[in-house]
């Protein structure tokens, strides 16, 4: 469907041109109409689906220019999201007239508070930044809030947010609509949409096939002392517009910063305890594609869109499954093709195992094929002993390691 076959405001329409939009991408078009009725709506979508445009458009599209109060408040779990979700939304609104800001921590509250007076009608917020204007200031007024977006709901629970969550939702009570993002459905969600939904349309695409399609899934089986090396000859061997290497911690990182540094030129690290500035600054940069490799811990995971990212290198394995579909969601975004890359230990083998099977990821192998359904029982390395020969699969297509051949192995031959 084209976004000019909708009944949008031109202004709308022109803007949305400007920015390449003119074809509704599968979630915008599922949630269009029922956003713009006033439905309460529960929505799964796959990162880099367009959600933030799906919210962005009829939010823009229902904004009543004549009243200058906060009419929707979107809540998000980190600050970078919450630029980018109201910058998508300076984008949709450029051409008419609609307030959106954002509010987050790290940030001098009294530049916010001089925006905040000016009249805000979109609001960005972050959980703990929104209740210290409320607790301690009487900057924000929620009264005419008509409809509250919860993105990345997921994430928020999972970052300890519920009770923060919770107070805000509950300051809401008069009538309004509610809308409900998140990639994954843990069950602590089943809660907060018992709680605060009022029979929610559910919207879910793909259904049973989470990780994002138009990725390519790639393991390497490697000890805890070659991880390093088989990194820098994957990262030289590979043709890598932009990746992003995950780390589970800081001090990971920073050690991993500290080996590829001086042998590859354009590397950054990211992590939650840099200065906002800095942070912004290299999310920027990268953005603007300054930079080829940022080392990142999952601070870099939540929802943000950097279109161009070829690679997710999982340096260390992610720490749940979750987290592989949020850290793996920064490449092969709007059906563009990515590459998600981890390394995968002994330690790992069972968690790799549920991975694979929760998720239907058909895996292409690197190296050796590790035997997930005994794990002590380890192939030999095959062929030249740095990637699986697709000599070793028989003409049933089954390998040795009796995992089903498939698309997955036509993909390795034709792999360079
Ligand atoms: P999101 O899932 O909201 O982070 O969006 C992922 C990417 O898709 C962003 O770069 C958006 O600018 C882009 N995008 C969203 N909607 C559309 C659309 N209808 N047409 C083209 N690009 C889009």
């Known amino acids: ?22 074809e509704l991408t599968p979630i915008q078009e599922k949630t269009f109409v029922p956003i713009l009725s006033g439905r309460d709506l529960l929505a799964r979508a796959e990162t880099g689906s367009g959600k933030t445009g799906a919210c962005g458009v009829p939010l823009v599209h229902m904004i009543d220019p004549s009243v200058n109060a906060i009419q929707a408040l979107i809540l998000v779990p980190t600050r970078e999201l919450a630029l980018q979700y109201v910058e998508e939304i300076h984008n949709i609104s450029r051409l008419v007239k609609v307030a959106p800001f954002a509010i987050f921590g790290g940030f001098s509250m009294d530049i916010q508070k001089a925006k905040l007076r000016d009249g805000v009608q979109i609001l960005v917020a972050t959980p703990g930044r929104l209740i210290d204007f409320l607790y301690n200031t009487t900057y924000i007024d929620l009264s005419s809030v008509r409809t509250l977006v919860l993105d990345e709901a997921d994430e928020k629970l999972k970052m ?68 390093l090396k088989t990194l820098i000859e994957y990262l030289r061997g590979e043709e890598i517009s932009q990746a992003i290497i995950f780390c589970n911690s800081r001090h990971h990182g920073e050690k991993l910063l500290a080996e590829l540094k001086g042998k590859f030129d354009s590397l950054e690290y990211i992590h939650g305890g840099l200065e906002q500035s800095r942070r912004t600054s290299i999310f920027d940069r990268f953005r603007r594609k300054g930079i080829t490799l940022m080392i990142a811990t999952d601070v870099a995971s939540r929802g943000l869109d950097f279109s161009h990212v070829s690679h997710v290198i999982n340096y260390d394995y992610p720490s749940g499954l979750e987290s592989y579909i949020h850290r793996t969601g920064r490449t092969g975004r709007m059906g563009r093709s990515g590459i998600a890359m981890t390394f995968v230990t002994d330690n790992e083998l069972g968690a790799l195992r549920a991975l694979l099977k929760t998720n239907r990821i058909e895996p292409v192998w690197r190296g050796s094929i590790p035997n997930l359904r005994d ?19 028989n003409r049933a297509g089954e390998n040795r390691n009796g995992m089903e051949g498939g698309p997955w192995q036509r993909q390795w031959m034709k792999s360079p």
């Open 375 to 393: 794990p002590l029982k380890k192939l030999k390395r095959g062929g030249n002993g740095r990637r699986y020969s697709a000599r070793r699969q």
């Open 160 to 227: 300890g947010f519920v009770e923060d969550v919770d107070f805000i939702l509950s300051c809401l009570i008069h009538e309004h609509q509610t809308l409900l993002f998140a990639a994954t459905m843990p069950e602590e969600i089943d809660r907060l949409i018992e709680t605060y939904l009022k029979d929610p349309l559910r919207v879910e695409l793909n259904k049973g096939q989470v990780a994002p399609q138009s990725l390519v899934h790639h393991f390497q089986y490697t000890g805890p002392r070659e991880r």
């Open 1 to 22: 469907m084209l976004f000019s076959e909708l009944n949008l405001k031109p202004e709308i329409l022109e803007a949305l041109e400007n920015m390449g939009y003119t």
